[in-house]
Antibody
């Protein structure tokens, strides 16, 4: 299984950041996993953004919930991140990853076991 | 507090044992995962459900949890173990990461 992030590396302030994660080697319709986005500010730790199940059910970090949306693209086995009204504080490396959850309720959480290589997004005019 | 607290840094000599702690109220009842992030690379899962290792992770890496603290132990530390290490918990469809510990192998 491989994940690959793509999208613009530069976004202007107050615009919307849009990223794509293309999954190969596994269908995003697999009921045993969630698909997630995580970001890492320069020189800092990891911040969970949110995740999505194949049904379209989403869960978001409360600190970002008002600006974030994660969606699916079944036909191309992709999932997407949009983050609106960005500022310099949204400058980060954005990772997509697979969450091994066994089922929708995540009865047995087994961690983020496959990660993309990450994409650097800079917010600047 | 909903935070997970890790020491910012840890130095260890080659061949010695490194112990990285992660503390927080959630750890009384929630299992911990650990990730290793080598410089310039993506994070990699090395421990889940407190102590289980994914395929390919050597048994030099061990995890444990007691009360409000989880511990990642690296035995016989090697130069390749120099990295940032992050703890993480899942709680009711919310993921929380610790701040990370930078391990330096002297």
């Amino acid at each position: 299984v491989q994940l690959h992030e793509s999208g613009p590396g530069l976004v202007k302030p107050l615009q919307t950041l849009s990223l794509t994660c293309t999954v190969s080697g596994q269908s995003i319709s697999d009921a045993s996993v969630y698909w997630t986005w995580v970001r890492q500010h320069p020189g800092e730790g990891l911040e969970w953004i949110g995740y999505i199940y194949f049904t379209g059910k989403t869960y978001y970090n409360p600190s970002l919930q008002s600006r974030v949306a994660i969606s699916l693209g079944m036909s191309r086995n992709q999932f997407f991140l949009t983050l609106s009204s960005v500022t310099a504080a949204d400058t980060a490396v954005y990772y997509c990853a697979r969450v091994d959850c066994t089922n929708e309720a995540c009865s047995y959480y087994h961690g983020l076991d496959v990660w993309g290589h990450g994409i650097t997004v800079t917010v600047s005019s | 507090s909903s935070e997970l607290t890790q020491p910012p840094s840890l130095a260890v000599s080659p061949g010695q044992t490194a112990s990285i702690t992660c503390s927080g109220n959630k750890l009384w009842i929630k299992e911990t995962s650990w990730y290793r992030q080598r410089p310039g690379q993506s994070p990699q899962l090395i421990i889940y459900e407190d102590f289980k290792r994914p395929s390919g992770i050597p048994d030099r890496f061990a995890g444990s949890r007691f009360r409000d603290t989880a511990t990642l132990t690296i035995s016989a530390t090697q130069a390749v173990d120099e990295a940032d290490y992050f703890c993480q918990v899942w709680d009711s469809h919310t993921l929380l990461f610790g701040g990370g510990t930078k391990v330096t192998v002297l």
